[in-house]
């Protein structure tokens, strides 16, 4: 039976998690806040996904080592801008033969990595065991087991399929792939395009001008992807545009609700104080257009938000 460590109770987190346990999958959760780990134990997380039961095969810990004993895949579900922090503190603990599966959607402030970089880097875990998950994936509608489809992407097609494998539940389609580099861009820079959809949105335009928003948003992620070495066909799939539109359009979508409250003239404080949470597209948009000056790429609506 496989046997899977989920680091990070979110809302995302623990409807992956989920997936994998409709899967067949054994899952252990780590949470730092042991509240949300005794909600887990019984059942559900309603801090995150509110309503809603868990599967049986979740348990959940406050212990870094003890979720990740006997784990044959290691999810990592934390805040982008935290990740170095985390694996810093409990890194060591993380198996030496296991797949790293990140679903992370972010560029890391100040050194421009990507969040498979710093795994490799913090961790010292060798790129080819480290997966990436991304896709057209809202949390509340996984959680309550709508149809969707994702791209697992690693160098190494062994683990790819380890991981698409543990996941692969009958509402959950998993499409192996080889592209981390595109497909770590695409489900970063589409956060960003999402918070100027939402901007406009809230400042009254139409769909024409959120349209062109996402597809002017398209072609700076492809420039920037493919400049960096990633795999054009990658952002016409289910990592590129598919999650692109999704996160760009749907009431659902953190980035979005959060460009619709700044376009609505609420200050970034201000949306956090409302939503109680900061969507990624907030913090990635300095990292991400830092990283497309370095790679001498022109990405003109994230340099707009990224002055916000």
Sequence with gaps: MTRAAVYGTGSWGTAYAAVLADAGTHVTMWGRRQGVVDQINGGANEDYLPGL????????????????????IVVLAVPSQTLRANLETWGQVLPRTASIVSLMKGVELGTTKRMSEVIHEVADVEPSRIVVVSGPNLAREIAVKQPAASVVACVDAGHAEQVAAACAAPYFRPYT???????????????????????????????????????RGLAETMRLGIGLGGDPRTFSGLAGVGDLIATCMSPLSRNNTFGRHLGQGMSVDEVVAVTKQTAEGVKSCTSL????????????????????
């Design 177 to 215: 792939g080889h592209d981390v580099v595109g497909t770590e861009i695409a489900g970063a820079t589409k956060n960003v395009i999402a918070l100027s959809v939402g901007m406009a949105d809230g400042l009254g335009m139409g769909d024409n001008a959120k349209a062109s928003l996402i597809t």
């Design 289 to 308: 257009f830092d990283l497309a000056v370095k790679t001498g790429v022109d990405v003109p609506i994230i340099e707009q938000v990224n002055l916000m």
């Design 53 to 72: 039961r868990l599967p049986d095969r979740i348990r959940a810990t406050a212990d870094p080592g003890e979720a990740a004993q006997d784990a044959d």
